[in-house]
Nanobody, 123 residues
Framework: QVQLIESGGGSVQAGGSLRLSCAASGLTYSSYCMAWVRQAPGKEREVVASIDSVGTTSFLDSVKGRFTISQDNAKNIRYLQMNSLKPEDTAMYYC?????????????????WGQGTQVTVSS
């Protein structure tokens, strides 16, 4: 059974930082893509950032230069470091995973999801 356990959301003022973590267990294959997907009220889900099993990262244009991904392979944990946060980053953030070597930019391709963590950025 695949489990994705997230932590690290919260409320910050604009310009602040937060770090989200996602611990994965139960994935059958060693190659998988992990992504962070966010959804704000009334908006579509969007893949904010992703990392594949060889460490290749991809970021939504609006977060490039502000968000980074790191990983602890021994613990199967990925981290999303979010700096210079803006009010428009406010959303529920989900960790998502897909077994395979390709990271898709469409959230619909991810079969496994964490419980979500709220990020609120005030101006």
């Amino acid at each position: 059974q695949v489990q994705l356990i997230e932590s690290g959301g919260g409320s910050v003022q604009a310009g602040g930082s937060l770090r989200l973590s996602c611990a994965a267990s139960g994935l059958t294959y060693s190659s998988y893509c992990m992504a962070w997907v966010r959804q704000a009220p009334g908006k579509e889900r969007e893949v904010v950032a992703s990392i594949d099993s060889v460490g290749t990262t991809s970021f939504l244009d609006s977060v490039k230069g502000r968000f980074t991904i790191s990983q602890d392979n021994a613990k199967n944990i990925r981290y999303l470091q979010m700096n210079s946060l803006k009010p428009e980053d406010t959303a529920m953030y989900y960790c998502a995973a897909d077994e395979g070597t390709v990271c898709y930019s469409d959230a619909a391709y991810f079969p496994y999801w964490g419980q979500g963590t709220q990020v609120t950025v005030s101006s």
